[in-house]
């Protein structure tokens, strides 16, 4: 194995996974982890008569939206268009 790569397991539920990990993803992957047994935990407190399957789907989908609104705010095409937009009209300016 890789020096860079190391064994863990991590509990999510109380389920066990062992994984291989880069070991400058420990701290993320541990995170993540409990950031799901977090949002588990509180599903099951608010709606206590979902069977877990259910919970897991719920938690699935907050996670993917959050991660699509985060993925949506980084996106910068726009402002590459507009840039690139802006620089062709100095150009023609410049260029007269």
């Known amino acids: 194995m890789d020096d860079d790569m190391i064994k863990i397991q991590l509990t999510i539920g109380n389920n ?3 994984l291989t990990i880069r070991r ?5 992957v541990r995170k993540a982890a409990r950031q799901v047994d977090n949002l588990t935990n509180a599903y099951k407190e ?6 877990e ?3 897991l789907q719920m938690v699935a989908y907050q996670l993917s ?4 609104k985060e993925k949506g705010r980084n996106e ?9 937009e802006l ?10």
């Open 16 to 18: 066990p996974f062992p």
């Open 24 to 28: 400058s993803d420990e701290e993320m």
């Open 46 to 51: 608010h709606y206590p008569e979902l069977p």
């Open 53 to 55: 399957v259910r919970i």
């Open 65 to 68: 939206l959050e991660g699509l």
């Open 76 to 84: 910068t095409t726009p402002y590459t268009d507009k840039i690139e």
């Open 87 to 96: 620089a062709k009209l100095i150009d023609d300016c410049i260029n007269r």
